[in-house]
C-alpha cells in the first residue's frame, strides 16, 4: 500500500502561482511514476503532469511552458510549481502513484483561480 499526502492548492487570482507538494510513504517499488490529474466539473479526469523516478517528464498541452513538475525521491515527494493561472485551472488536484501496473490516489486539492 502506499499513502499519498497532498497539499498547497488553495484560492489565487488570474496570473498567480500556486505550488502543490505530494509525499508517498509505504511500499514505494521503483521505478514509479508520480504525477498530478485535475478533474473539472462535468469533466473527465485529465492528466496535468506527470514524471518518472529516473527524471522524464509529461505535461498536458494546455499547461505546457506554465507548469513545473519535480520530484524528490529521497523524500518521495512531487512538486508541482504552477505560473500563470487562469481560471480554466480550477479543479480538484489528485495526486497520483503508479507502481508495478498498481495506481494509488490522493484525496485531492482545490486549486481555483477567480478574481
Known amino acids: 500500500q502506499v499513502q499519498l499526502v497532498e497539499s498547497g492548492g488553495g484560492l489565487v487570482q488570474p496570473g498567480g502561482s500556486l505550488r502543490l507538494s505530494c509525499a508517498a510513504s509505504?511500499?514505494?517499488?521503483?521505478?514509479?511514476?508520480m504525477g498530478w490529474y485535475r478533474q473539472a466539473p462535468g469533466k473527465q479526469r485529465e492528466l496535468v503532469s506527470h514524471i518518472i523516478s529516473g527524471g522524464s517528464t509529461k505535461y498536458a498541452d494546455s499547461v505546457k511552458g506554465r507548469f513545473t513538475i519535480s520530484r524528490d525521491n529521497d523524500k518521495n515527494t512531487v512538486y508541482l510549481q504552477m505560473n500563470s493561472l487562469k481560471p480554466e485551472d480550477t479543479a480538484p488536484y489528485y495526486c497520483?502513484?503508479?507502481?508495478?501496473?498498481?495506481?494509488?490516489w490522493g484525496q485531492g486539492t482545490q486549486v481555483t483561480v477567480s478574481s
Open positions: 497520483n502513484f503508479r507502481a508495478n501496473l498498481y495506481d494509488y
Open positions: 509505504g511500499s514505494i517499488f521503483r521505478p514509479n511514476t
